[in-house]
Nanobody
Framework: QVQLVESGGGLVQAGGSLRLSCAAS????????MGWFRQAPGKQREFVAAIRWSGSITYYADSVKGRFTISRDNAKNTVFLQMNSLKPEDTALYYCAAKRFYSDYDVEEKYGYWGQGTQVTVSS
């Protein structure tokens, strides 16, 4: 089993920044890719970004490219999501997730481990 704990959410004004963290524990060796998803009220959960534990490959949704940056600290088994130039439409519950295989990195159903989520609210 893998446990994921997110932190760093909060309330920020439009144009501001937040940095989310996701600490992984347990059998993290069974996971090769970490993802961030978000779910706004009344909407389906959507892919935001993903990163491989090894190498430098990252993936982003078009809606966050150029504003969000995903990174990792392998020594601490922690993944980060730096969010800049935040917009009110970025308001959502942000989830960290983990999976074994690199394919389908943007498909929610392919992730087997999830955190509890951290709320991000961007005011206009």
């Amino acid at each position: 089993q893998v446990q994921l704990v997110e932190s760093g959410g909060g309330l920020v004004q439009a144009g501001g920044s937040l940095r989310l963290s996701c600490a992984a524990s347990g059998r993290t060796i069974t996971t090769n890719i970490m993802g961030w998803f978000r779910q706004a009220p009344g909407k389906q959960r959507e892919f935001v970004a993903a990163i491989r534990w090894s190498g430098s490959i990252t993936y982003y949704a078009d809606s966050v490219k150029g504003r969000f940056t995903i990174s990792r600290d392998n020594a601490k088994n922690t993944v980060f999501l730096q969010m800049n130039s935040l917009k009110p439409e970025d308001t959502a519950l942000y989830y960290c997730a983990a999976k074994r295989f690199y394919s389908d990195y943007d498909v929610e159903e392919k992730y087997g481990y999830w955190g509890q989520g951290t709320q991000v609210t961007v005011s206009s």
